[in-house]
């Protein structure tokens, strides 16, 4: 009896993609990312408790409504429930980012008040309210372009089904899957050819040994003399050579668990793992200490762990998802310290460098600031007149055009961000902060503009997340949720940082997915009768 027999065609209402290594004998004990119901509606209480309490002026109606409206997607739009195996992919991500921006933001604001950040004013009550409904907008139109495409993928998944039942076909990994996930891993004279041009891209960025050195040890006397705008050959070389190299050690790194041997991979896997994330930071620290290059390569490294061709040790995911938390502890601090005066030294041998940078870190405003609260888009829109008069595309359009070398100098003072940084500063020539995506759509087209943007990024979302189902390979699933994570920052971010990453960090993913895309590897439609993907293959799996 097949796992489709087993689990009976109920299970295929909501069915995902199972991992190969699952069993197939049975349906999966059901995990707390199956009880999405439970736990929204467990959070619009809490939400509803915090407003209760809190003080009266930061009681913000919309926060209910939000809280509200997510548990709702949650009980009718069954395609936008969490995918319960593999739980790090596209989709949870793009869930995850918008529970913060729906629940967890507005928690904060009923609990803490808007806090300012580097504002030089919050907005009004009234702007606050409408940026978490502008969101909720945002969300609902997300969900439904996603769900809409799910319904249709699911019926082709149906007729897919009864084929294989007639032809008495099993849901289970084929015996081929890890010698064809070998054919997709990368040969070792990629992966150095790789490491060449990631190399030379150091060399055309810090041109010495000894300017790389003083770039870890005194950053901020180092990033004053790099231009943010590539305006030299040399400094736009490295910008798009550099990512080769943090790219080569991924390379590696899924080489070795796709070919390893599966005594290798059970004793070595968590040793092998723990030495390459450091080893990846250090690469992508040198793109001007930016924060984003570095979390967001880790992350996709723990999807691969957690959804790889391979079952592999729990201590492996316990060390990865160990460094990555690690990690992530450290940003706040991490950003204190470039922007400080202190170098390396100091702070590993002085106590007080340690406190001083500790102390301005408030981890509440962090968090505000750095999640993309309400207060941030209130002010945004607010200050920037509600739209009045519409851009029709002229803010988004700069946005995604403002970071392309030459091409982009044109719009880059009609971008979101430049408008937002004005707004802040009063001052053209700074631009440290990112005006929301979100923002953006309604300065050019109002809630028409909100809607139809995240129903695009809804369809979007759903690619995206076949493509990661259908993955042959550790580096294929590494790539699609890569670009995932990054897509999804549109969610509370800018088109400008979207299209900065597509621009100068994606060229590594782009040769590689269009090498083997040549030599005939490149994820396909399954042909009638065959599992679609050697990653992910149907094993009774079912989101519930």
Not at 9 to 24: D, E, G, V, Y
Not at 273 to 295: E, H, K, S
Not at 425 to 438: E, T
Request: hydrophobic share 50%.
């Amino acid at each position: 009896m097949t796992a489709m027999d087993t689990c009976g065609p109920s299970a295929l209402t909501h069915s995902s993609a199972a991992l190969p290594w699952s069993k197939t004998s049975g349906c999966w004990r059901r995990s707390w990312l199956a009880r999405s119901r439970t736990w929204s509606f467990l959070a619009f209480l809490a939400v509803a408790a915090a407003f209760v309490f809190a003080r009266a002026e930061n009681r913000y109606p919309a926060a209910l409504v939000s809280a509200l409206i997510f548990f709702q997607v949650q009980c009718f739009l069954p395609g936008c429930r969490p995918v319960e195996r593999p739980p790090l992919c596209p989709w949870n991500w793009a869930l995850f980012v918008f529970f913060l921006q729906l629940v967890l933001l507005p928690l904060s604001l009923l609990v803490f008040g808007p806090l300012p950040g580097v504002l030089p004013a919050l907005p009004s009550a009234f702007a606050i309210n409408l940026a978490i409904l502008i969101n909720v907008a945002a969300f609902v139109a997300f969900s439904g372009a996603y769900h809409f495409f799910w319904r249709r993928s699911q019926a082709v998944r149906e007729r897919d089904r009864l084929r294989r039942a007639t032809a008495g076909q099993p849901y289970h990994l084929s015996p081929q899957a890890k010698t064809l996930a070998e054919r997709a891993s990368p040969t070792l004279a990629y992966i150095g050819m790789n490491a060449a041009i990631g190399l030379a891209g150091l060399v055309f960025t810090f041109g010495n040994f000894a300017a790389l050195r003083q770039y870890f040890s005194n950053p901020s006397r180092y990033l004053d003399r790099l231009p943010t705008v590539p305006a030299k050959f040399s400094v736009a070389a490295g910008l798009f050579l550099r990512p080769f190299l943090g790219f080569a050690l991924i390379l590696l790194w899924c080489r070795w668990l796709d070919r390893a041997s599966d005594r290798r991979v059970k004793v070595w896997s968590g040793i092998v793992t723990l030495f390459a994330i450091p080893a990846v930071c250090l690469c992508d620290a040198t793109f001007r200490y930016n924060r984003g290059a570095m979390v967001v390569p880790l992350v996709a490294m723990v999807a691969v762990i957690l959804s790889g061709v391979r079952r592999f040790p729990r201590r492996t995911l316990a060390f990865s998802s160990a460094a990555l938390l690690l990690v992530l502890s450290l940003m706040p601090f991490y950003g204190e310290f470039r922007s400080s005066d202190f170098t390396l030294r100091q702070l590993a041998t002085d106590p007080r460098a340690r406190e001083f940078l500790a102390g301005k870190i408030d981890l509440a405003e962090v968090f505000q600031v750095y999640a993309g609260a309400p207060q941030f888009l209130g002010f945004f829109l607010e200050q920037g007149g509600w739209g009045t008069r519409p851009g029709w595309g002229q803010v988004v359009l700069s946005s995604v055009l403002s970071p392309v070398p030459i091409l982009g100098k044109p719009f880059r003072q009609s971008s979101g961000t430049a408008i937002y940084n004005r707004l802040i500063y009063g001052d053209s020539n700074v631009a440290d902060q990112i005006a929301p995506f979100v923002g953006e759509l309604f300065l050019d087209f109002h809630w028409a503009g909100v809607l139809a943007g995240f129903c695009l990024l809804g369809w979007a979302a759903h690619k995206l997340q076949s493509a990661f189902e259908n993955a042959r390979s550790s580096i294929e699933i590494f790539i699609w949720q890569y670009f995932a994570i990054w897509t999804f920052f549109l969610i509370f971010g800018s088109a400008s940082v979207v299209s900065q990453v597509f621009v100068y960090f994606g060229w590594p993913l782009y040769c590689y997915l269009f090498m083997f895309r040549t030599q005939g590897l490149a994820p396909c439609k399954p042909a009638p009768g065959r599992a679609s993907g050697l990653a992910f293959k149907m094993a009774g799996e079912v989101r519930r």
